[in-house]
């Protein structure tokens, strides 16, 4: 079994692509049997895009309507069969016992990384998870900066470290991405000074996941340009009037920003 | 129907306790039918403490194994039944989308208020569930604290505010709680001078919801005397050879201690 980095970067060889599919359909409120739509739609829109993606990253949207051991495993073995990594996106932070055992249950699923937030720390917390992920040979992704507006209260706030230095928060978060081993980050695509700066600390070594191209407003050459190594791509693809085409399109647009540099 | 607090707070006059029990039980590694053990155990350790509780709280232990539309409901049923509270402690932490269906779903499916991170900021992330709670009519809740020792790298940094004062991260939190309108706050009790600053802050209007005591460490005394509302239990009652003696005794615990000041 080939490890989360591996995988990745095998699909990226095999179907030149760096667009990882957020398969985070919800269904039209009252809209009737929405479970099994939700399925037979997230399955149909896989199927079609398959060949132009490099990852699917799951969230609560399908999780919590298909439940992780009853129908989201139809769409889990899918994802297998074509051979993508998957990613469970619930920003796990918690304590221990938790952490250790969403990782477990989440990774016995066939999920091959999770993403977690790093501002829940090391001790009785993440220290959980990566343990798990290590048992597993599975990757753990941190979020260092979220896509959305009010991100800035947060992942761009000024603390105060140890010595006394006054450090963005992101920073703080990429260095642990580092030294705690991340297989991942994610920094939003709506801010490309921030890939920019998060590419210094953590270099070529730990991938960067960019969500929120298209629909939230981030742009790709310039996620791209500052060092963005994976777009993370849902409404722009899954709401589309041809995936498939929408799928390529960006596909296209990353790789063509990639070679111009 | 009752809103969260109102619902709780009968509960605290009926059932003469604060202790909101934590169901997270886990399966021995490798056990056998998993699912239903952990189903049935569950339903069986609620029955015998629900008159000396307050709440119940549910995290991805169950979560993910039993399935919220699935397995889950039969649990969820019984807390109706026993007239009690249901929280759902998945941490959100997302953007709005996500927060937006993960909300719905977990209304939708009976519970009476979610626990948030508030590190994900206001605009495009929490707005969103504190938008579908109140349509709802259902509560929130913000960690302003947690209970492990890794909690002192986020929750106990200091931050540089706008005007450049410094503040404690978690002091930032409690101020979020008033002015966002938050049914209730949570702080590990392991930190009693922490609760002690929180209650300061937000006042007795919001309660303050406590996990840590026993397994992990934490006083029941030292916590409500210094402001905690709720304790937060889950190990040592679960994990007692008579779970009702045990929930019955750390509820007279904290009835004591309530009544010595």
Chains 1, 2 share one sequence.
Not at 61 to 77: A, H, M, N, S
Not at 207 to 230: D, K, L
Request: charged content about 25%; aromatic content about 10%; hydrophobic content about 40%.
């Amino acid at each position: 079994m080939l490890v989360f980095s591996e995988k990745l970067k095998k699909c990226v060889r095999e179907n030149g692509s760096r667009v990882v599919l957020a398969l985070d359909l919800s269904p039209s409120v009252g809209e009737k049997d929405f479970k099994r739509r939700l399925l037979v739609k997230s399955r149909r829109i896989l199927s079609e895009v398959e060949e132009h993606i490099v990852g699917v990253k799951i969230n609560f949207q399908l999780l919590l309507p298909l439940g992780l051991f009853d129908d989201l495993r139809l769409l889990i073995e899918d994802v297998s069969h074509y051979g993508l990594p998957l990613i469970m996106d619930c920003k796990l932070n918690d304590v221990e016992h938790t952490n250790e055992w969403a990782s477990r249950y989440f990774f016995e699923a066939g999920f091959d990384a999770l993403i977690v937030n790093p501002f829940v720390g090391w001790k009785g917390g993440l220290d959980a998870v990566f343990s798990v992920a290590k048992d597993y040979e599975k990757g753990v992704i941190l979020l260092v900066y979220m896509s959305h507006p009010g991100a800035e209260e947060g992942y761009g706030q000024r603390v105060v470290r140890d010595e006394g230095a006054v450090r963005f928060q992101y920073e703080v978060f990429a260095e642990k991405a580092k030294s705690w081993g991340a297989d991942g980050v994610v920094v939003g695509a709506t801010q490309p000074k921030i890939i920019e700066r998060v590419f210094e600390i953590v270099g070529r070594k730990i991938p960067i996941f960019s969500p929120g191209i298209g629909s939230q407003g981030g742009v790709i050459g310039e996620a791209f340009r500052a060092g963005a190594t994976y777009a993370i791509v849902g409404r722009s693809i899954y709401q589309s009037e041809d995936p498939k085409r929408s799928a390529k399109e960006i596909k296209e647009k990353i790789n063509e920003a990639m070679g111009q540099f």
